[in-house]
């Protein structure tokens, strides 16, 4: 029987995890908190899982909250100029659902089921050395760690990687549903300023709330996030941001309550790709996988989108390896093949974060030609399928013109 090696309890290390002990694999996922230490923390993220995503899960056995959430139906984008007054406005009914759950309590059942199917769970704070301990027992280390020094391991792309500082910076929070929101996903997009998205969430407590996320230009206008203290103080900013440069909402927040002090986040990322494989001075090597290797900014909602697709595919190629070794080959084709799925992810995000003439014409256009509605969202749940018409100026001159014949006639 092979024995896997997970670092990390993140949704790819816990995906993998559970799809190779259920394939009959040996599988020790090491994790730096216990699940009830997960439930209580601070929240990591806000993550919306596309349709894809989700029915990966689904097969998985591991949608437990399907019957309590129906998520998201709608999607609405409001368009606005930088003193509040809205130019365009884009609605749609989603044709598959769209889903926001708490991470705190999706990676702690997770954990807990992991346990339950076979998985061995190790609670440790994972070092260098303990890393590389690891090997004698196992026939493959995967790292899915995507902060600290093991991320560090991973040398940086440059030929992938775009950015050398974040292009947002970024907070978060989850405050009381207002009925607007109970299946509504909204997007704000403020000229020159930002974005704020508002969406139904469903949370530790297994409450449905709201999250609301800002996504600031940094040292721009509503940059006001830094040194935040409290959930309320950072609610205080968030209604005031509203008030100022989307007057029309504000009365949907004006009288919110956050939903308690841990449920808030500041911060910001540097999208970056990371090389796949790295190694020891022992010559050992480690493989790593989600936001590890790919990193993104949450701008378009990839990153649990990708850390799931991910760890199916490896867990798939895991699987037909058989009794073969993972070797640093195996390991590099196998990231070079999720690679030609997420490098749209990548164009996504960088037209979402500094969108050029033709994604501003295709936005447009959105507005008026339902068509074009349904191809950009769908476009969000399988990115490739953006290609070429949304990354390319002439491709995206040619597309605009056939939705237009396609009107007309």
Same mark, same amino acid.
Request: glycine share 6%.
């Given at each position: 029987?092979?024995?896997?090696?997970?670092?990390? %309890?993140?949704?790819?290390?816990?995906?993998?995890?559970?799809?190779?002990?259920?394939?009959?694999?040996?599988?020790?996922?090491?994790?730096?908190?216990?699940?009830?230490?997960?439930?209580?923390?601070?929240?990591?993220?806000?993550?919306?899982?596309?349709?894809?995503?989700?029915?990966?899960?689904?097969?998985?056995?591991?949608?437990?909250?399907?019957? *309590?959430?129906?998520?998201?139906?709608?999607?609405?984008? /409001?368009?606005?100029?930088?003193?509040?007054?809205?130019?365009?406005?884009?609605?749609?009914?989603?044709?598959?659902?769209? /889903?926001?759950?708490?991470?705190?309590?999706? !990676?702690?059942?997770?954990?807990?089921?992991?346990?339950?199917?076979?998985?061995? =769970?190790?609670?440790?704070?994972?070092?260098?050395?303990?890393?590389?301990?690891?090997?004698?027992?196992?026939?493959?280390?995967?790292?899915?760690?995507?902060?600290?020094? !093991?991320?560090?391991?991973?040398?940086?792309?440059?030929?992938?990687?775009?950015?050398?500082?974040?292009?947002?910076?970024?907070?978060?929070? !989850?405050?009381?549903?207002?009925?607007?929101?109970?299946?509504?996903?909204?997007?704000?997009?403020?000229?020159?300023?930002?974005?704020?998205?508002? $969406?139904?969430?469903? *949370?530790?407590? /297994?409450?449905?709330?709201?999250?609301?996320?800002?996504?600031?230009?940094?040292?721009?206008?509503?940059?006001?996030?830094?040194?935040?203290?409290?959930?309320?103080? =950072?609610?205080?900013?968030?209604?005031?941001?509203?008030?100022?440069? %989307?007057?029309?909402?504000?009365?949907?927040?004006?009288?919110?309550?956050?939903?308690?002090?841990?449920?808030?986040?500041?911060?910001?990322?540097? +999208?970056?790709?990371?090389?796949?494989?790295?190694?020891?001075?022992?010559?050992?090597?480690?493989?790593?996988?989600?936001?590890?290797?790919? =990193?993104?900014?949450?701008?378009?909602?990839?990153?649990?989108?990708?850390?799931?697709?991910?760890?199916?595919?490896?867990?798939?190629?895991?699987?037909?390896?058989?009794?073969?070794?993972?070797?640093? $080959?195996?390991?590099?084709?196998?990231? *070079?093949?999720?690679?030609?799925?997420?490098?749209?992810?990548?164009?996504?995000?960088?037209? !979402? =974060?500094?969108?050029?003439?033709?994604?501003?014409?295709?936005?447009?256009?959105?507005?008026?030609? +339902?068509?074009?509605?349904?191809?950009?969202?769908?476009?969000?749940?399988?990115?490739?399928?953006?290609?070429?018409?949304?990354?390319?100026?002439?491709?995206?001159?040619?597309?605009?013109?056939?939705?237009?014949?396609?009107?007309?006639?």
């Amino acid at each position: 029987m092979k024995k896997i090696s997970i670092i990390g %309890a993140g949704q790819a290390g816990l995906y993998l995890g559970i799809s190779l002990v259920d394939a009959g694999y040996s599988v020790t996922i090491y994790a730096d908190r216990t699940p009830e230490e997960v439930l209580n923390s601070k929240i990591p993220a806000t993550a919306t899982l596309f349709p894809d995503a989700l029915q990966l899960e689904k097969d998985l056995g591991l949608n437990f909250w399907d019957e *309590d959430f129906l998520g998201t139906q709608k999607y609405v984008n /409001k368009i606005c100029d930088d003193r509040g007054n809205i130019k365009l406005n884009i609605s749609a009914n989603l044709e598959t659902s769209w /889903k926001a759950i708490d991470l705190r309590i999706q !990676l702690s059942v997770w954990m807990e089921e992991f346990s339950r199917r076979g998985g061995k =769970l190790i609670f440790q704070k994972m070092t260098l050395e303990d890393l590389e301990k690891c090997h004698p027992n196992s026939d493959l280390v995967i790292v899915s760690v995507g902060k600290g020094s !093991l991320a560090q391991l991973f040398e940086r792309d440059e030929q992938k990687s775009q950015y050398q500082k974040p292009q947002r910076h970024v907070a978060a929070m !989850l405050a009381e549903l207002d009925p607007i929101y109970s299946e509504t996903f909204e997007v704000m997009s403020i000229a020159d300023v930002g974005e704020i998205f508002q $969406f139904p969430f469903y *949370d530790k407590d /297994k409450n449905i709330v709201r999250a609301v996320v800002v996504e600031a230009y940094p040292n721009g206008a509503i940059d006001l996030f830094s040194g935040i203290k409290s959930a309320e103080e =950072l609610l205080t900013l968030i209604k005031q941001v509203i008030q100022k440069y %989307a007057p029309w909402n504000y009365e949907h927040i004006r009288d919110t309550k956050a939903i308690d002090n841990l449920s808030w986040l500041c911060g910001a990322i540097t +999208p970056k790709v990371r090389k796949p494989v790295a190694h020891f001075k022992s010559g050992e090597i480690v493989m790593g996988i989600g936001d590890v290797v790919i =990193l993104n900014d949450p701008i378009a909602a990839q990153g649990a989108n990708n850390a799931i697709k991910m760890a199916d595919l490896v867990a798939r190629r895991i699987i037909e390896r058989g009794d073969r070794p993972f070797d640093e $080959f195996w390991r590099q084709r196998v990231f *070079d093949e999720f690679w030609e799925y997420s490098q749209y992810v990548n164009l996504l995000s960088g037209c !979402l =974060l500094a969108p050029g003439d033709s994604v501003q014409s295709i936005t447009i256009a959105m507005a008026e030609n +339902p068509e074009v509605t349904r191809d950009v969202l769908n476009g969000f749940n399988h990115p490739p399928s953006l290609y070429p018409w949304y990354f390319h100026p002439e491709e995206a001159q040619k597309y605009l013109e056939q939705k237009k014949m396609a009107v007309y006639c």
